[in-house]
T-cell receptor
């Protein structure tokens, strides 16, 4: 079975600083990788997805993620944090079957 | 608008009083799932359904029931709720194109006292 590890349950950045949220998956290469964002009192919203077309994936709100097979990673980045980016972020792996595996989430705080 | 609709959004109940959380999707998705979200544990799958009348246990099914009589609906039933079922619950659906990812409902915050 797959496993997904998100390093850092809480990350704080200053407004305008680089955002880096880390995600590692277990060694077998998954077909699908996702990042979801959860704003307070809302459901999870798809931020971006990797489906083997390109290793650098661009998502909504200026976020992007790079799939690195050698590092089994799919880290999420944004060059300049905005106050509205404060939310919980989840990395997820999808299989060719129906199984999805979620990380435990990273709460992003943006400091003015 | 393509969406997954859950009701209610908030629910406070007492131990042992049966309750149902409804879930409906308008995307004609075959695959639906229930998750619970708890601090530090992320999302854990409770039950899933691959199609009408086909359901199976996820990682944490104890204390829950589901049914799938129609493609669009997938209610979650707690026959005898207990305080350890206090959580945030999400229904989600998935198209045949797994690469699209899940579409999630807005969540149901359940408190069992």
């Amino acid at each position: 079975a797959q496993s997904v590890t998100q390093l850092g349950s809480h990350v704080s950045v200053s407004e305008g600083a680089l955002v880096l949220l880390r995600c590692n998956y277990s060694s077998s290469v998954p077909p699908y990788l996702f990042w979801y964002v959860q704003y307070p009192n809302q459901g999870l919203q798809l931020l971006l997805k990797y489906t083997s077309a390109a290793t650098l994936v661009k998502g909504i709100n200026g976020f992007e993620a790079e799939f690195k097979k050698s590092e089994t990673s799919f880290h999420l980045t944004k060059p300049s944090a905005h106050m509205s980016d404060a939310a919980e972020y989840f990395c997820a792996v999808g299989t060719t079957g129906n199984q999805f595996y979620f990380g435990t989430g990273t709460s992003l705080t943006v400091i003015p | 608008e393509a969406q997954v609709t859950q009701n209610p959004r908030y629910l406070i109940t007492v131990t042992g009083k049966k309750l149902t959380v409804t879930c409906s999707q308008n995307m004609n998705h075959e695959y639906m799932s229930w998750y619970r979200q708890d601090p530090g544990l992320g999302l854990r799958q409770i039950y899933y359904s691959m199609n009408v009348e086909v359901t199976d246990k996820g990682d944490v099914p104890e204390g829950y029931k589901v049914s799938r009589k129609e493609k669009r609906n997938f209610p979650l039933i707690l026959e005898s709720p207990s305080p350890n079922q206090t959580s945030l619950y999400f229904c989600a659906s998935l198209s045949r194109d797994r690469g699209s990812g899940y579409t999630f409902g807005s969540g149901t915050r359940l408190t069992v006292v």
